[in-house]
């Protein structure tokens, strides 16, 4: 049952004082339906009246000479009610007794019986006391009386019993609902602030304090991810920092090396010298493109970045970019696909810049694909979709948020080479953004990844900035 807190006080205070009323009142019902034979209270409350009428007769007769002309008027009213009547005088002489025993007798000198009397005084007409009359309740009636008598202090035994019982079972249901998960916050807190986050929350009912747990839980969550992510980023930079001056030595020792040999002038042969300079041209390229993506980067944090826009039509500008790519995969495994129905509209973009966001991602793609790479571009809602598909190994689920991140590079031994400073998306990003465009990521494990660039399109009407 949902109940909020608010409710579960209201209704605890209520059952307080409730449960105890109705526990009171169903042990009366069952007490006098069960341990007397006549019902009590109808025996009780008619019992009044056969006291006052028998206090009537004497009150009436009390200067008759013989009493026991009273006889049958007696046993009548005493009935079930009274086993004996007695009628004593001012003097203590026992002036009538319904069992014709003790008239003419003393009442100081009878033995107490064991079944007490009940004793109400007699009244003249002239408002005088003339003598009393002592009954003697039969049993049932005796007990119902002396249960009358016992009764308040039963109401309060067992009310204060119940409240009792009552107090143990809604500390232990409030305890329950309202104590434990505080605790448990209390202790999750505890477990936070002394940096442990590897715990979950257990309290999770559907109230106030259970959406609370949750909604701590899920901070929890997030700060474990935000956490595990920033160990990663350090990781990273330490990483980065590793493989820049890695990537940065192997070339240039293979530069030096290659650089000493043909100034030592052992190499006379032009086509082993022509080799030489070839390779040395391909490590200073490397070295640059490397430089070039830190370059960049520095800058864009720095916010020193500008890109430099001019006009032009798309489907020259897909052309210049992905048309020239064909060659570099000719001689490949990998299928190089486009579609060349390219939209032709109008785009504000940096050439150069949207042709290095192409370009890294065409590349990271020949890293992972297995067959193919597939570009196509069309139109929607004034962006202009450039589409770049593979059919490689995926990204997981959980990494795909944080690829476009700066260092962040998805499990090191996905790929054989070490390349790669888990800048390119970052600075790829920065770039698109930069063209208030958008950059998205789709991808399936084992099947396959496609990389969306949305670039805006220049409405003619428009006028450019
Ligand atoms: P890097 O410069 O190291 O390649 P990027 O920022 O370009 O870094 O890419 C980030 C990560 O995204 C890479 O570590 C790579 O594992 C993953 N990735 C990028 N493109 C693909 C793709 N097409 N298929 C699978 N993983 C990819």
New binding site residues.
Partial sequence: MKLSIRSKLIFSFLSLLIIPLIVVVLTLLVLNGGIFNVPLLENVAHIDTVTTDIVNIFEANHNVEDLTVIDEEIAKQKQNYFNRVLYVDTDGNIRYDSEHLLAGKDISELIVEEVNFLTYDVISANNIAVGKVMLQPTLPIADALDFILFLPTLIMIIFIVTIMAMMLILSKILSDGILKPLRELNAAADRISSGDLDFEMTYKKDDELGKLCIEFDRMRHKLKNSLDRQEKYEQSRKLLLASVSHDLRTPLTSVKGYVEALQDGIITDEGTKERYMQVIMEHTNKLNELID?LFIFSKMELGEFKIDVENISSDFLLESLLLPKEMEFKDTNIEYIIDKHFPEELVRVDKKRIGQVVD??I???S???NSYIKVYTDVEKNYLRIF?E?D????PKD?LPF??D?F?????S??STS??????????KKLVIAHRGRIS?K?EMNE??T?KIELPIIQLEQPTE
Avoid: M, P, W
């Fill in positions: 993506d890294n991602i590349h990271n793609a890293k992972f694909t770049i593979d490689g190994i995926g990204i990494e690829i476009f700066q962040y590079k998805v499990d090191k996905r790929t390349e790669g400073t888990g800048l390119g998306l970052a600075i790829s990521v991808s396959g990844t990389f």
